[in-house]
């Protein structure tokens, strides 16, 4: 992360958390209910990927509910859509503790929402679990309220970078939107890259307010990259790659794990063969890994018709590994419980998919593989 970005990120903290704010502690705990919310971002370009992870986490969520729920409580979700504005994510934050009274926040949506909503976690004694966010800033240093599940993007950054060199590629141009997660992005590819004795060629970036793809593309065009590095996701990354189809340059293009292959396989069709992405789950089609199964069988059961989706089996192993926290906090469920039983958890493990915690870490899984879009659309491992 840049120490502009970094600063920011401080003075966020500041102006969103000059008002009291009720403790939370273990309220959102009843007889009969686990009560779970977050403020994440369902409009806007990255909108439908987030909807994706809300409904793989629920499609966990019934049907752990319908076999009887957590030692006999079920699990209530509640999501409020901030747009994915920071005042809007903050003020999302304390109507779910104040008035839903949840007594974790799971899956809560991006780098500068995180940081800004942080406090007002630890003022209340809540647990923000499995955030959409994989800055670096917040794995630093233990924070005994937050829980990591995804990789990290520096985790992400440097396997792109590792593979840029496994190939040969040296002509390497970066692009990214400027806001808090084009930042976080970019910074996190300018230290893996400075690792592997790699400049960019250029570094271009794309106001996601007023986008001026053309623009970017040709700038991009202009050092002929054989490779270029997206920090960026939704439809910022497809627009730009459509205005590149205008140029000279036809490079590769890697994009991080929030890239949603299926807004790609949408928006660019055939033209989409080629991307390679970061992934940060196991892959979705490779049913012999037992938590990829579990989640097939039971969208089928739900939905017959439902066409599988990466993101929904993010949510949904993020909720599974929620699932495990809790129950493993026993009946006595608190935050003082939840938070023992998750450090005392070790390697909790899926397949493929391990995350680990500890008193020392809550960093979570650091599985990353790359995989590259085919002639169908479809990642290919």
């Not at 992870?53 to 079920?74: D, I, M, P, Q, T």
Request: overall charge positive.
């Amino acid at each position: 992360m840049s120490r502009l970005f970094a600063v920011r990120l401080s003075a966020l903290l500041l102006s969103f958390c000059s008002t009291p704010l009720v403790t939370a502690a273990d309220r959102g705990v009843t007889p009969g209910e686990i009560r779970l919310g977050a403020s994440v971002v369902l409009s806007g370009p990255l909108g439908p990927q987030t909807a994706d992870f809300g409904e793989g986490s629920r499609l966990y969520f019934e049907a752990v509910n319908a076999a009887g729920g957590v030692h006999g409580r079920k699990i209530v979700y509640t999501t409020m859509d901030d747009g994915f504005d920071v005042k809007r994510a903050v003020d999302n934050t304390r109507k779910l503790l104040d008035e839903q009274g949840v007594f974790i926040i799971y899956n809560s949506t991006g780098t500068a929402q995180t940081a800004a909503i942080l406090p007002l976690a630890e003022e209340s004694r809540t647990i923000v679990f499995g955030p959409v966010t994989g800055a670096t800033a917040f794995r630093q240093k233990v924070n005994p309220y937050l829980f990591h599940v995804r990789a990290s993007y520096a985790d992400e950054a440097r396997r792109i970078v590792s593979h840029l060199q496994d190939t040969g590629i040296t002509r390497v141009a970066a692009v990214y939107q400027d806001d808090g997660l084009g930042k976080t992005l970019l910074a996190e590819l300018q230290k893996a890259a400075a690792g592997a004795a790699i400049k960019f060629a250029a570094e271009v970036k794309i106001d996601p307010k007023a986008p001026d793809y053309p623009a970017a593309a040709a700038e991009t065009a202009k050092v002929e990259p054989q490779a270029v590095l997206l920090a960026n996701a939704g439809a910022t990354m497809t627009n730009f790659i459509k205005a590149t189809w205008g140029t000279s340059m036809r490079p590769t293009f890697y994009g991080f794990s929030i890239a949603s292959v299926d807004l790609i396989r949408r928006e660019l069709k055939e033209q989409a063969r080629g991307i390679v992405l970061a992934q940060i789950m196991p892959p979705l089609r490779n049913t012999t890994i037992p938590v990829v199964a579990e989640y097939h069988r039971l969208l089928r059961e739900k939905n017959p018709a439902a066409t599988p989706s990466a993101f929904q089996l993010e949510g949904f192993i993020h909720a599974k590994l929620l699932v495990e926290g809790l129950r493993r906090a026993g009946r006595n469920l608190s935050t003082a419980t939840f938070i023992k039983a998750m450090e005392e958890a070790g390697e909790i493990s899926f397949g493929r998919f391990v995350a680990k915690y500890s008193p020392a870490t809550h960093n979570g899984s650091s599985y990353v593989e790359l995989a590259i879009v085919d002639a169908s659309g479809q990642l290919r491992y």
